[in-house]
């Protein structure tokens, strides 16, 4: 299944477009809000694991709703190494499906639906993971892409 064409500002503002990365894998991975405790340590995990990813010839891309300055500060609060892109209007969010119904003490939002999806050198999505559970995810991604090539 081709994957679905992007293009989203990191967090300098510059705009960061999946076919930028043709002739590469994307780990392309949508988490809620930056600087909160699940999505701290998704994005500890993937910058400890980025010098793998990059030899397995991957980039790994975090997207969510926070604007650049807000992923400027968790950037910088955190030392995370890998490019974050922002959302703000939900658009690529909802053409992956990570945007959509949650619940959360019994009470039912739209919300960002934390999900990564493994896409291939020529733009395919080669795997998805649409529920992530944050422990171990990015050691998982890198075993099913090493799997795969």
């Not at 994957?3 to 967090?11: G, Q």
Request: glycine share 8%.
């Amino acid at each position: 299944m081709p994957a679905p064409e992007f293009c989203l500002p990191d967090e300098n503002g510059k705009e960061t477009c999946l076919k930028d990365f043709r002739g590469k894998w994307v780990v392309l991975y949508f988490y809620p809000k930056d600087d909160t405790s699940g999505c701290t340590v998704e994005a500890l995990q993937f910058t400890a694991k980025k010098n793998e990813f990059e030899k397995a010839g991957a980039v790994v891309l975090g997207v969510s709703p926070d604007s650049g300055k807000s992923h400027c500060a968790f950037i910088e609060k955190h030392s995370i190494g890998i490019t974050l892109l922002s959302d703000e209007k939900k658009e690529v969010l909802k053409k992956y499906g990570a945007w959509g119904k949650k619940t959360m003490y019994g009470k039912e939002f739209d919300g960002v639906i934390r999900s990564t999806f493994l896409i291939s050198k020529d733009c395919k999505i080669a795997h998805a993971w649409p529920k992530v559970s944050v422990e171990g995810h990015a050691e998982e991604v890198l075993a099913k892409m090493e799997e795969l090539q």
